[in-house]
Nanobody, 126 residues
Framework: QVQLVESGGGLVQTGGSLRLSCAAS????????MGWFRQAPGKEREFVGG???????SYGDSVKGRYTISRDNAKNTVYLQMNSLKPEDTAVYYC????????????????????WGQGTQVTVSS
């Protein structure tokens, strides 16, 4: 059974940093593309960042230059380093995993992902 468990969310002031982690189990992690999405109240789920099985990355326009996605295949974990946080970054952040063969590229839409975590709340105060 595939499980994705996010951690690292919390309350931070504007300009601060957080690092989210997503621990995966029940899958061959190195074969999967991974992604981070976020959803604020009343808004659709938004692509934040993605990483292919080979390490290629892509980011949503609103976080480029501030967020960095990375993966550690030995730990079955994907990370999201978030710097220069803004109040508009406040949302529930979700980790997602995509099966091969799609996993050779970075995937940016929710429908391309097969498994989802429960989410972790990030709140940025002004």
């Amino acid at each position: 059974q595939v499980q994705l468990v996010e951690s690292g969310g919390g309350l931070v002031q504007t300009g601060g940093s957080l690092r989210l982690s997503c621990a995966a189990s029940g899958l061959t992690f190195s074969s999967y593309a991974m992604g981070w999405f976020r959803q604020a109240p009343g808004k659709e789920r938004e692509f934040v960042g993605g990483i292919s099985r080979s390490g290629g990355t892509s980011y949503g326009d609103s976080v480029k230059g501030r967020y960095t996605i990375s993966r550690d295949n030995a730990k079955n974990t994907v990370y999201l380093q978030m710097n220069s946080l803004k109040p508009e970054d406040t949302a529930v952040y979700y980790c997602a995993a995509a099966l091969p063969p799609r996993s050779f590229i970075v995937l940016v839409t929710t429908r391309e992902y097969d498994y989802w975590g429960q989410g972790t709340q990030v709140t940025v105060s002004s």
